[in-house]
C-alpha cells in the first residue's frame, strides 16, 4: 500500500519569500513522485516528477524538489514566491501497477502582496 | 493536439437519475483513470483502465460504473444519482511505463440535487 501524507493544509507566505511546501509519502516500492498544481476551478498541471533518477528535481517556474529516501520526504521548494503561485499543491506517489496516482489532501498555498 | 477531453465541464442531476461523463484523450494512451476531487481529501480513484476492454475497481467505485471498448474513450456512468456523488471529476491518460507524466482533463463539476 502507498500514501502520502501533506503536512500542511495552508501555507501563507509573503511575496518574494521563500516557499516550502512539504510531504512525506510510504510506498513498498521505489516510487514515482509528483507534484501538481491547481489553480481555482482549473484542471491540474504536473509542476515536477521524480523517478529514481537525481534526487534533485527541477520543474516548472522555479519549482524543485528534493527526493529524500531516508527521510521518505518529497517537499516542495521555491527561492521566491510570486503572485501567481497562488494555488493548492499535489504530492501524489505512483503506483507501478496500476498506473494509477494516490494523492495526498493537499495545501493551499497563499501568497500575500 | 487536444490532450483529454471530458464532457461536460457542468452538469446537475436530481437525485435517481443517471448520466454519463465522457472522456477521451487523442494521445493513443494505454492508461486511463477517473477521479473524484472533493474538498480536503485530494483526488481519490474511482475506476482505471490499464488497456481497451481492461478495467478495474479504484478506491471509491461504489455507484460508478466504466467501460474501455476503444484505447481513445473511457466513459464514467453514474446509474442512479445520489447527493453523496456531488464531486469534481478528472478523467486523466498517461503512456505504458513507470513514472510517465499523468495527464488530466479540466475536470467535471457534477451536483446531484
Known amino acids: 500500500a502507498q500514501s502520502v501524507t501533506q503536512l500542511d493544509s495552508h501555507v501563507s507566505v509573503s511575496e518574494g519569500t521563500p516557499v516550502l511546501l512539504r510531504c512525506n509519502y510510504s510506498?513498498?516500492?521505489?516510487?514515482?513522485l509528483f507534484w501538481y498544481v491547481q489553480h481555482p476551478n482549473k484542471g491540474l498541471q504536473l509542476l515536477l516528477k521524480y523517478t529514481s533518477a537525481a534526487t534533485l528535481v527541477k520543474g516548472i517556474n522555479g519549482f524543485e524538489a528534493e527526493f529524500k529516501k531516508s527521510e521518505t520526504s518529497f517537499h516542495l521548494t521555491k527561492p521566491s514566491a510570486h503572485m501567481s503561485d497562488a494555488a493548492e499543491y499535489f504530492c501524489?506517489?505512483?503506483?507501478?501497477?496500476?498506473?494509477?496516482?494516490?494523492f495526498g489532501s493537499g495545501t493551499r498555498l497563499q501568497v500575500q502582496p | 493536439n487536444a490532450g483529454v477531453t471530458q464532457t461536460p465541464k457542468f452538469q446537475v442531476l436530481k437525485t435517481g437519475q443517471s448520466m454519463t461523463l465522457q472522456c477521451a484523450q487523442d494521445m493513443n494512451h494505454e492508461y486511463m483513470s477517473w477521479y473524484r476531487q472533493d474538498p480536503g481529501m485530494g483526488l481519490r480513484l474511482i475506476h482505471y483502465s490499464v488497456g481497451a476492454g481492461i478495467t478495474d475497481q479504484g478506491e471509491v467505485p461504489n455507484g460508478y460504473n466504466v467501460s474501455r471498448s476503444t484505447t481513445e474513450d473511457f466513459p464514467l456512468r453514474l446509474l442512479s444519482a445520489a447527493p453523496s456523488q456531488t464531486s469534481v471529476y478528472f478523467c486523466a491518460s498517461s503512456p505504458q511505463g513507470n513514472g510517465n507524466t499523468i495527464y488530466f482533463g479540466e475536470g467535471s463539476w457534477l451536483t446531484v440535487v
Open positions: 510506498s513498498s516500492y521505489s516510487p514515482s
Open positions: 501524489v506517489v505512483s503506483d507501478t501497477g496500476r498506473r494509477a496516482l494516490t
